[in-house]
């Protein structure tokens, strides 16, 4: 299987199945004398952590991360970067495989069972792989270390909409993404969205999520026309997360709904001297090129596949069956990908820093 790399100057390739003993990331092209820790990346993966509320699956997995390579010990204790590739490895220490044993010929609808077999004429029914969420850890130990490549910027995630309930901007307050289970900004919301749950949880079925990402800091200049555009390596790196079906940056889709006075983002000049946009419909990139304005991007997740609700499908054989999946899964697997976007998203602004370095000086 190829295509388990992404990057040009920052490189991360993941490695690894949701079933196997371990899973980890190569990090090819992180610049020297950085400072960086296990604890420091630790912090990041316990966000995305399963097993942490009734609202995730219980599979219960520490995400110990161990760094293997890249980094050397100084003196006073830090470990620093040696601009040699970063080994990261995360152990699987729970896994119940005996649980996938009913489906191990029958495809899940709504999975990638079938293109999987189709492509590949072998899967791994035990979790589904690579194709399982499982492997987005290592994706947020690598995003971990991107944070830490361009200086003052500050990534941060929420989620903003499960199923049909959307929070009310109006009351959007950073300081409660932490305070209940969702990464939710507002603290009414994330009072509905528990007792909605609930119920999604308690009939064994599933439902998704839309979750926004911003960016702020980002230096103005990151980013190529036409062809390495910031906007495209961010939507092509959220798009790559598990489950993931739609991704917009800015207004996105309701740009449609707009006029062109009401979409410009209008400019002036600031009292630093500066300029200084009066709006940000663009989302902080412009022709594919960072404005220095926060950049703003949202994907949607689509309801976990796996369920217990007996769904129509084929054999491998083709035989027509029924399917329920046993097993511990997410309700709303968007929950999650809340760190995991603010990796992706750490990793495309980190991988455009560095370019844009190269190129400019």
Same mark, same amino acid.
């Given at each position: 299987m190829s295509h388990n790399t992404f990057g040009h100057l920052f490189r991360v390739t993941t490695w690894g199945e949701s079933h196997g003993p371990a899973l980890g990331a190569i990090i090819d092209g992180c610049p020297p004398r950085i400072?960086?820790?296990?604890?420091?990346?630790?912090?990041?993966? +316990?966000?995305r952590r399963p097993g942490q509320s009734r609202f995730t699956t219980q599979r219960r997995?520490?995400?110990?991360?161990?760094?293997?390579?890249?980094?050397?010990?100084?003196?006073?204790?830090?470990?620093?970067?040696?601009?040699?590739?970063?080994?990261?490895? @995360?152990? #699987?220490?729970?896994?119940?495989?005996?649980?996938?044993?009913?489906?191990?010929?029958?495809?899940?609808?709504?999975?990638?069972?079938?293109?999987?077999d189709t492509k590949y004429g072998i899967r791994d029914y035990r979790g589904g792989g690579r194709s399982s969420a499982r492997e987005t850890a290592?994706?947020?130990?690598a995003g971990a270390i991107a944070r830490k490549v361009v200086p003052g910027v500050s990534i941060r995630g929420a989620l903003v909409q499960i199923g049909p309930?959307? @929070?009310?901007?109006?009351r959007w307050n950073w300081n409660e993404v932490d305070n209940n289970p969702f990464f939710c900004p507002d603290p009414v919301t994330a009072t509905l969205w528990e007792e909605y749950l609930d119920g999604i949880r308690k009939a064994g079925s599933s439902v998704g999520a839309v979750i926004e990402i911003v960016a702020e800091g980002v230096p103005a200049g990151l980013g190529a026309p036409?062809?390495?555009?910031?906007?495209?390596?961010?939507?092509?790196?959220?798009?790559?997360? #598990?489950?993931?079906?739609?991704?917009?940056?800015?207004?996105?889709?309701?740009?449609?709904?707009?006029?062109?006075?009401? #979409?410009? +983002?209008?400019?002036? @000049?600031? #009292?630093?001297?500066?300029?200084l946009f009066l709006s940000n419909h663009a989302g902080g990139i412009l022709g594919g090129i960072s404005t220095g304005q926060p950049i703003i991007a949202r994907f949607a997740v689509k309801p976990t596949?796996?369920?217990?609700t007996t769904r129509r499908s084929i054999t491998a054989a083709g035989d027509e069956v029924d399917v329920m999946t046993k097993?511990?899964?997410?309700?709303?697997?968007g929950i999650r990908a809340v760190p995991i976007g603010e990796a992706m998203v750490a990793c495309a602004v980190a991988d455009h820093f560095l370019r844009h370095r190269g190129q400019n000086g």
């Open positions: 400072a960086v820790s296990e604890a420091e990346i630790q912090g990041w993966l +316990d966000k997995e520490p995400d110990e991360v161990r760094i293997l390579s890249g980094v050397l010990l100084q003196d006073d204790g830090t470990l620093l970067t040696t601009g040699t590739p970063i080994a990261l490895e @995360i152990q #699987n220490v729970d896994q119940r495989s005996k649980d996938y044993g009913d489906i191990k010929d029958r495809y899940r609808p709504g999975h990638a069972d079938f293109t999987y290592a994706r947020v130990a309930h959307a @929070i009310d901007r109006s036409i062809y390495a555009k910031l906007d495209q390596d961010i939507a092509a790196l959220l798009m790559s997360i #598990n489950a993931v079906k739609g991704v917009e940056i800015g207004e996105g889709f309701a740009a449609a709904a707009l006029t062109g006075e009401e #979409n410009a +983002d209008e400019m002036r @000049i600031g #009292n630093d001297g500066e300029p596949s796996s369920i217990l097993g511990r899964h997410d309700p709303c697997v």
